[in-house]
């Protein structure tokens, strides 16, 4: 077998960036052209603001109701990624109704990819949906901009939900500027550490997780956190084993 031949083979199990040619003591103009297009895509992603407008009516068309607003402390995108602490706390949560009764509430958060929820969030929420009713009741969705994930434990308090669920742009990278991340959080409220959540990540079809299979293992994890109490480093996923056949 040739060196392109089992390298292109290589290729397809993967979307990193393998067995690059040389021209010269250099990368081939093609690969250093393409290395720099994925670059610009990353820097896209992390600055250009997500179109909260488009994503509302995308939600809308789907069914999915019109959701309440909220945004950090946060004034632009450069100060997001200076002040992750801003990005964690709400600026006010006027908009987002009070102990609505529901099971298990969604935020969407931009994150570092406000990409990834104008690509992903609407079929991920449709897929949510889909493996979470009728077993428990939904809140109202809230959308929140320039947000990290604590900024959820403010509205999942407000809302008065057992287990909230934030769906969130996760870092790009050089081959992935658009992918997704969901942190469950059982009984959220401010202060909250990391190792009491639990996350699912690397939500973008058709090369990441798939939403449908996305959804199955948070509902998975949902049933885990209610019998358990708690969420985090205890909670593991059994989605598989729910799945084998008997």
Not at 205 to 218: F, K, M
Request: charged share 25%.
């Amino acid at each position: 077998m040739s060196d392109a031949d089992f390298w292109a083979a290589m290729r397809r199990t993967t979307q990193s960036r393998i067995g690059l040619g040389r021209t010269g003591d250099t990368l081939a103009l093609g690969d250093v052209l393409a290395f720099r297009a994925a670059h610009a895509q990353a820097r896209d992603a992390v600055h250009v603001p997500v179109d909260v407008d488009a994503l509302v009516a995308d939600l809308e068309g789907r069914g999915l109701g019109t959701p309440h607003r909220v945004t950090s402390r946060v004034h632009d995108r450069g100060e997001y990624l200076r002040r992750p602490d801003l990005g964690r706390l709400p600026l006010d949560l006027d908009d987002v109704p009070v102990d609505v009764g529901a099971d298990v509430g969604i935020v969407l958060a931009d994150g570092l990819s406000g990409q990834a929820l104008t690509d992903h969030a609407p079929a991920l929420v449709e897929a949510l949906r889909d493996a979470l009713v009728p077993a428990y009741s939904l809140a109202p969705l809230v959308v929140a901009t320039n947000a990290r994930v604590a900024l959820g434990d403010h509205v999942g308090e407000r809302l008065g939900v057992e287990t909230l669920l934030v769906v969130v742009g996760e870092r790009p990278g050089l081959s992935v500027p658009s992918s997704l991340g969901i942190y469950l959080t059982h009984r959220p409220r401010p202060g909250r550490r990391d190792a009491e959540r639990n996350c699912v990540s690397n939500v973008h079809p058709p090369d990441g997780l798939d939403h449908a299979g996305a959804a199955r293992i948070v509902a998975a994890l949902v049933r885990g956190s209610r019998e358990l109490g708690e969420s985090g480093v205890r909670l593991k996923d059994t989605s598989r084993a729910l799945a084998a056949p008997e």
